[in-house]
Nanobody, 112 residues
């Protein structure tokens, strides 16, 4: 059974940082690219970032470039999202995704 468990969300002030983690199990982790997707209150899903199976290639939505960094540790079956210079518009539930599988999400709230 595929499981994706996100953690690391919370309340942070504008300009602050958070590091999200997604622990994966139930599949061969280093066979797959991984993605982060978010959903802001009252809005649809928004793709955030993706990373190739070995971490050699990373991709970002335009509004996240230079602020967010995706990485993975295949020995730990975990993918990370380092988020810096956070803005109120980054407030959302952040989900980890592989193929058709999703985690439960972790809430990120950026507010003073």
């Amino acid at each position: 059974e595929v499981q994706l468990v996100e953690s690391g969300g919370g309340l942070v002030q504008p300009g602050g940082s958070l590091r999200l983690s997604c622990a994966a199990s139930g599949f061969t982790f280093d066979d797959y690219a991984m993605s982060w997707v978010r959903q802001a209150p009252g809005k649809g899903l928004e793709w955030v970032s993706a990373i190739s199976w070995n971490g050699g290639s990373t991709y970002y939505a335009e509004s996240m470039k230079g602020r967010f960094t995706i990485s993975r540790d295949n020995a730990k079956n975990t993918v990370y999202l380092q988020m810096n210079s956070l803005k109120p518009e980054d407030t959302a539930v952040y989900y980890c995704n592989v193929r058709m599988y999703w985690g439960q999400g972790t809430q990120v709230t950026v507010s003073s």
